[in-house]
């Protein structure tokens, strides 16, 4: 199967001269979820909003569907580390706001405002926040924020699901039943899913891929594949492919971070040798 979402070599250099990425590439299949992990600074969001299109990188380019990327789409919903609800706004107000704002206004045709309920509906059925449909951001819990925030990205029905460390915000408790039903909700709305985290075991749980960053410029350290079964469930934590999994990203950032560590400092080597 040929790539769907591409970024080919993408170099991004921001406007005070800080290069966040150096030629990364990255291919994700039609319906595959690929995860990225790397350092804090490596250039993660960046990526993120360059597949976006919130961002023109300096060199290479993004593709989706064989089309270049250069300005945001309705195709790709995004979920950030903060939900970002409208305080002002109820549950099922926030799930609905994307069909108010810029092109998909458009997309939702006149007189179908029965479609959008029934689809708000069952989003929150999906996502677990049923009973809470007229709760305000307020009354929610930070999990409970973020299960709005995910329907509020599906509620178009974009073939792409960004997600920026979508739980890196939550107790450790929460983050693992919130990414075990992100497993869940990924597979019931048939999306390709890209996300970026620090955290590893989250990584291998939601991946059939994991692409390893370097430190800034972040660049491909490495691929490790995960040839688990879905669904998913933490349980198969202590199975053989999972820890293998987990050993190999763990390795392939270690080697990476010390690499440039020794390369960019020259001193480490002798500090620890001392
Ligand atoms: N708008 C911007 N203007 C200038 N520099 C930026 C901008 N956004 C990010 N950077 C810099 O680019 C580098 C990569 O940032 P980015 O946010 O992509 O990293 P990250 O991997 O997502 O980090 P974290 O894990 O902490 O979220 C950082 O050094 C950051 O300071
Ligand atoms: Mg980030």
Redesign the pocket.
């Known amino acids: 199967m040929s790539a769907y979402l591409i970024a080919d070599a993408i170099s991004?250099t921001?406007?005070?001269g800080?290069?966040?990425?150096r030629r990364f590439t990255l291919e994700v299949k039609r319906g595959e979820f690929v995860a990225v992990v790397?350092?804090?600074?490596?250039?993660?969001?960046?990526?993120?909003?360059a597949l976006a299109g919130l961002?023109v990188p300096s060199a290479g380019q993004v593709r989706l569907d064989g089309h270049p990327v250069t300005q945001p789409s309705h195709q790709v919903g995004m979920l950030f580390?903060e939900p970002a609800l409208l305080p002002w706004r109820t549950v099922e107000k926030n799930i609905g706001l994307p069909f108010e704002l810029g092109n998909n206004a458009s997309r939702l045709p006149p007189g179908d405002a029965t479609w959008l309920r029934r689809r708000i509906a069952d989003l929150i059925q999906l996502v677990g926040l049923s009973g809470f449909e007229r709760a305000y951001p307020r009354e929610l819990s930070g999990g409970m924020a973020q299960r709005a925030a995910l329907a509020r990205a599906l509620v178009t029905e974009p073939p792409i699901l960004l997600l920026?460390?979508p739980f890196?915000a939550l107790d450790a408790l929460t983050r693992e039943t919130l990414t075990a039903a992100l497993e869940g909700i990924w597979r019931a709305s048939h999306t390709t899913g890209v996300l970026?985290t620090?955290s590893i075991p989250e990584a291998v749980f939601l991946a059939d891929r994991i692409v390893v960053?370097t430190p800034?410029?972040?660049q491909v350290s490495g691929v490790v594949e995960v040839p688990l079964p879905r669904p998913r469930a933490w349980e198969m934590e202590r199975l053989p492919e999972f820890v293998e999994a987990m050993q190999t990203a763990r390795s392939l950032l270690r080697a990476a971070c010390c690499a440039t560590t020794t390369a960019e400092t020259g001193r480490d080597v002798t500090a620890r040798a001392a």
């Open positions: 991004v921001y406007a005070n800080v290069e966040a990425l790397g350092p804090s600074g490596c250039g993660k969001s960046t990526l993120l909003r961002i580390q920026d460390e890196g970026v620090h960053s800034r410029p972040g």
